[in-house]
């Protein structure tokens, strides 16, 4: 069970957009920055936003990230076959005093 | 370029001990706190251990306190992590991950099995 909670999976065409949604409370999300990070089997993961909505360089504008109470979406649009992952959100929990991540979910291009 | 290497995973029986490095070359290494992150087969990320760049506050997952002792060397640019009382609920892949607003650079990860 984890901290943050996600969906096991989103799933849409080429070319549409899929929002993964990630839950916490006041003492992690609340109180943090949220990171999002990508990771394609058998591989190390990959930060893709960071302090809530930033991207690193190259990281494509079709990914997006957002924050609100103790809550963050990240957002995927102009869906491509390369964006199959699994994709995580992380942070700070300063209750725990201890890193948490979501349980991922996995994104599916039909 | 910045770089994170880890060795040291094995096959090791329920009880057994280990111990894992993690060498950083590319960048100052004292500058950044280095955390322990682990997944488990088929599994998610679990965040695992940090701790201060001076060496000074540790930070463990419950699941390992008392069993799992994270270290660095500042001069050797390098973080461990000693793993003891082995379970085989720890058998995962171990990264080591730079925290630079969220881990931005990840090691390959080495694998640890704990299995008789």
């Known amino acids: 069970q984890s901290v943050l909670t996600q969906p096991p999976s989103v799933s849409a065409a080429p070319g549409q957009k899929v929002t993964i949604s990630c ?47 103790t809550s963050a979406t990240l957002g995927i649009t102009g869906l491509q076959t390369g964006d ?27 | ?26 960048f100052t290494f004292t500058s950044h706190i280095i955390s322990w992150v682990r997944q488990a087969p088929g599994r998610g990320l ?4 940090n701790m201060r760049q001076d060496g000074g506050d540790k930070y463990y997952v419950d699941s390992v306190k008392g069993r799992f002792t994270i270290s660095r060397d500042n001069a050797k640019n ?27 650079v990840w090691g390959q990860g080495t694998m640890v099995t704990v299995s008789p």
């Open chain 1, 23 to 69: 839950s916490g409370s006041s003492s992690n999300i609340g109180s943090n920055y949220v990171f999002w990070y990508q990771q394609f089997p058998g591989t190390s993961p990959k930060r893709l936003i960071y302090a809530n909505n930033k991207r690193p360089s190259g990281v494509p504008d079709r990914f997006s990230g957002s924050k609100s109470g």
């Open chain 1, 84 to 110: 199959e992952a699994d994709y995580y959100c992380g942070t700070w929990d300063n209750s725990l005093s201890a890193g948490v991540f979501g349980g991922g979910t996995k994104v599916t291009v039909l």
């Open chain 2, 1 to 26: 370029e910045v770089q994170l290497v880890e060795s040291g995973g094995d096959l090791v029986q329920p009880g057994g001990s280990l111990r894992l490095s993690c060498a950083a070359s590319g």
């Open chain 2, 46 to 49: 679990e965040w695992v251990a």
């Open chain 2, 78 to 104: 390098s973080l461990y992590l000693q793993m003891n009382s082995l379970r085989a609920e720890d058998t995962a892949v171990y990264y080591c991950a730079r925290e630079e607003n969220g881990f931005d």
